[in-house]
């Protein structure tokens, strides 16, 4: 089971290719949610407002994946899949790639856009930090105080990461877990009496 997923540590620079006059810019940027999209492109309107094109891919999620590739504008499928096919290159996931055109005055056919644009793509990825990442699986644990070392022990034993807890009548400890040790730290807590183990 994969329970690993690439994707990129922060924005980089944007990158400049250029083609007969047109000019790409091209941009990466790490994102968790499709709101996301819409706030990035529209500061890059902002910042390129005598562009012609703002042609983008992205694509999100490690078991469910989700994206979307969008050619504003130029020839079907001559911008936003070449972006979208380094996203698929290089393997990465929770990531939005825009590129910026500025048109020169000479046209460049369709293979000279998807060109292009995948350059553009791929010259940007290739300036961000990838990193790996695990699949984690979040879970609620509830119990009693008199209960708390017990549950304890087990989060000591196994290295578990904690990532909220709430002590009041009742005590809920939130752990994030790899996707592979899920199914054996779930059942280790389920047959600790009193205790009761769900996902979030």
């Known amino acids: ?25 091209g941009y990466t940027f790490p994102i ?40 504003d504008g130029e020839p079907s499928n ?8 380094q996203i698929q290159s290089f393997d990465v996931t929770n990531v939005l790639i825009v590129v910026v ?14 060109n292009a644009y995948k350059t553009a793509a791929q010259l940007s990825l290739e300036a961000s930090t990838i990193l790996e990442k695990t ?3 979040d879970f609620e644990i509830k119990f009693d105080y ?9 989060i000591k034993e196994r290295q578990l990461r904690i990532t909220n807890q709430i002590l009041e009548l009742d005590c809920k400890v939130y752990i994030s877990v790899r996707l592979k040790d899920a ?13 009761e183990i769900k996902e979030v």
């Open 32 to 71: 968790t949610h499709e709101d996301e999209v819409k706030t990035h492109i529209e500061q890059l309107k902002k910042q390129h407002h005598s562009a012609r094109h703002w042609c983008y891919a992205y694509q999100i999620g490690t078991q469910k994946v989700r994206f979307r590739a969008n050619d």
């Open 101 to 114: 055109r500025y048109f020169g005055g000479v046209k460049l056919g369709v293979g000279g856009l998807i």
């Open 1 to 25: 089971m994969k329970d690993t997923y690439k994707t990129i540590l922060t924005s980089p620079p944007e990158i400049l290719f250029k083609d007969r006059n047109s000019k790409f810019f």
């Open 146 to 154: 008199k209960n708390m070392n017990k549950v304890m022990r087990v």
């Open 183 to 195: 199914p054996s730290v779930k059942e280790q807590f389920e047959n600790l009496y009193e205790i």
């Open 78 to 85: 001559s911008a936003g899949m070449p972006i979208y096919g």
């Open 135 to 137: 699949i984690d699986v």
